[in-house]
Structures are given as C-alpha cells and as structure tokens.
C-alpha cells in the first residue's frame, strides 16, 4: 500500500508559498507504515487538478490532498473528484447547517458562495472541520478491480492537522492490513540546529526503524517524534522508553521537554524548582522575551516573572540591562537582552546576559533568520540562557552590594 500527495495552489506553483503540507503528511504516513512515493504541486485549475488527480489514482493506493475546498471561483477540488470519479456534486444540508451555523456564532450572515463548501462528489463522505467553514471529502475512486481511498483537506495547517489527528488517522489506520497500535511521544530540544542534534544521536533517525524518530525544527526549537508500532499500548510505550533514553543520554541539556512544552516553560519550571524571581530588560527582540515568560508555565509563572521592560536605546548593553531591571523590579535574576551589534563579515549578534546581586553571566547570539525569525530565535536563547544558569548562579544580600 502507498500514498500520493497533491498539493493545490497557485501560490504553491509560483513559489510564493512553500509547502509544508505535503511534507507533515508524508511524516504522518511514515509513522502510519504507508509510504509515500510522489508529491505533486498543481495549480488552481481544472486542468492541472483533474491531471494531477487522474495520475495519482492510477498509480497509489492512497492519495491525499491539501488546499482548493474554499468557496471562491478558484477552489475547484471538489469539481475535480467529481470529475475524475464520474460522479455529479450533490449538496449536504448537513454540512450547509454547520457552515451557517459557525457565521451565526460570530453574529454575522452566511455568504452564499460558502455554501459551495457544502458540494461533495456523490457517495462520498464528509469529514467535520471543527476550525473552519471547508469541510474535508473521503471517497473511493474505482478503476477496474482497483479502488482508491481518496482524501482531501483544506490546506490551512491549523484545520488540516486536527483534521487528520481525529478523523483521518482512524480511518486510514481502519483499512490497513497490519491492525497495530500507534503510540507517539514528542521530545523536545533546544540549543543546536537540525542537523547537528540529527548528527549526534546514533542512527534513530532513519527510515524503516521501529520505532521511528522524525525530526523537525520550528523557530529554533527542534521535536523530535517517536512513532512506536506494537501489538497494544504497554508494548508500544516500553519501545519509546528505551528510544527516549538513547536520545537523552546523547542530547544531554539539549533536551528541555516533552509533548507541548516550551523551552520558557522549562526555564520558569527550573526557577520554581530552587523558588527564584526574574526581570527582563530587552532591546531589539521587541518584547518577545517578556511576552513568552508571561504566558508560559501557566498557574507557576506568576511565581517567578515579575515584569519586564522594552527600551529603544541601544547605548547600554546586555550587563546593564540585566542589572537594572532586577534592581527595578527586586528579582533575584535580572536578564538582559540587546542590543543588536555589527559583526565581522557581516554578521549581526546580539548580547545576553543574566545577572544576581552576586555574579553576571553573559553570551552571545547570532542574530540571523530576517526580521521576522531573528527575534525570535534571539529571545529563545535568552530564554535556554536562564534555564541554564539561572537555577544555580549565586546570589547575595542587595545590602551588601550597595
């Protein structure tokens, strides 16, 4: 059994957009144990979809498709299942109520080309989209003696994804020859690059290895994913265990989490565990290192983050700023962000520093990923920074040191 990817978009054709659609369901198929043998980008026309379709149910099991369920004149998948399947579109009421329902909600009156979204190849099925107005088509494409599963989702990642977690994982894993359990877990890391946490573990990322570890990188954190098959759920998570455990001897302090952690949530976690307090002070990551401290930990936060400011001078430096606002605020940790300087061979860094009344400990960071990432990645270091040293740098007396 294996699958195609098709994914639709003028913007995808063009390059405008990159798609990473087609990349998370191809991870998402592996841990299935369904291989993916093509990935397609076609355009928003009939012509382009209808091949691309035609194609891939002549040569996969299983094609799954991304983007063209909205409701303007150029959202043509579901004219295109009809189409390639010899079927005529029928209207679900079912799916009309839950589209005008969701307009309703937000107090404002249903257009009538969403209720194009509510259009489906006859005998197919819908799938809910509980995130938006495109619900999702399952159906079966007959070819001879051969019948081809045929699933297409929007191509927004947040409706996608939960899309495909709730309805179509159960429904694929349904029909598949081996019935066995799945069990996941997710390892967070923070501190090196894709490549280098992939060139420090031991051959786990590789394809065909029970079970299976999937790497991806977002804004500098890095998941890694263990997809482990077996007979039931303790067979499952006793092959995990033994995976995780590889991978946390290799990584050491790289590793900060698990599942949904955040590496902010790790650093206030490790101040709650030894009871400290923490200001920040920050020039050139526009708030962002407060604005994560504020909002991670959830009921433990509080504890331990107690302000932070946003200056726009770039005279004082990373050690001042850390010293400043935890005088400011009367925190046992002060951490100083900023500001941005020019480095040899054209290069940016920025400064770090997080400092007692007893002690300053500073870094540098390369301050690099464009405007909109380089920030980011700046108040995370920042942030791995404190988890790092805060716990256990040593304090002393405000008295003695005025």
């Not at 995780?244 to 949530?265: A, M, N, P």
């Not at 464009?370 to 270091?381: D, E, F, I, M």
């Amino acid at each position: 059994m294996n699958a195609e990817i098709i994914a639709i978009g003028d913007e995808l054709v063009t390059g405008q957009r990159l798609d990473t659609n087609s990349r998370w369901l191809s991870a998402e198929l592996a841990i299935l144990g369904i291989p993916v043998t093509f990935h397609t980008t076609a355009a928003d026309t009939i012509e382009a979809g209808t091949e691309a379709f035609q194609n891939a149910v002549g040569r996969a099991d299983i094609v799954i498709s991304t983007g063209g369920l909205g409701p303007t004149a150029d959202d043509l998948t579901r004219d295109v299942l009809a189409s390639v399947a010899g079927v005529p579109l029928e209207l679900s009421r079912a799916a009309v109520d839950a589209i005008e329902a969701r307009f309703s909600s937000r107090g404002v009156p249903c257009p009538e080309s969403n209720r194009r979204q509510a259009l489906f190849p006859r005998g197919s099925r819908e799938i809910l989209n509980p995130n938006g107005t495109a619900p999702g088509i399952d159906m079966d494409v007959t070819l001879g003696p051969r019948t081809i599963r045929v699933i297409a989702l929007p191509g927004v990642p947040a409706e996608l994804e939960p899309m495909w977690t709730v309805s179509v994982v159960p429904a694929l894993t349904a029909i598949l020859p081996d019935k066995a359990t799945i069990v996941q877990r997710r390892i967070k890391c923070f501190g090196a690059g894709e490549s280098a946490i992939e060139a420090m573990l031991p051959d786990l990322v590789r394809r065909g290895r029970d079970p299976l570890v999937g790497i991806t990188a977002h804004e500098a954190t890095i998941t890694l994913r263990i997809a482990a098959r077996g007979r039931n759920e303790n067979e499952c998570r006793n092959k995990i265990a033994s995976t995780e455990q590889i991978i946390r001897d290799c990584l050491g302090d790289l590793v900060f989490g698990t599942e949904d952690d955040e590496v902010e949530d790790a650093a206030i976690a490790a101040l709650v565990a030894v009871g400290r307090t923490l200001a920040t002070a920050e020039i050139g990551t526009q708030g962002l290192v407060a604005m994560l401290f504020a909002t991670a930990g959830a009921s433990q936060q509080g504890r331990v983050f107690r302000g932070g400011t946003v200056r726009a001078t770039s005279e004082a430096d990373a050690t001042d700023l850390a010293q400043r606002c935890r005088d400011e605020f009367t925190t046992d940790l002060g951490l100083g962000v900023g500001p941005v300087r020019q480095a040899a061979e054209g290069r940016q860094t920025i400064q770090l520093a997080v400092a007692t009344c007893a002690r300053v400990e500073t870094a540098e960071h390369v301050f690099a990923g464009g405007p909109t990432l380089a920030p980011v990645r700046a108040a995370k270091s920042a942030i791995a920074l404190v988890r790092k040293l805060g716990p256990g740098l040593p304090l002393a007396s405000r008295e003695a040191n005025q």
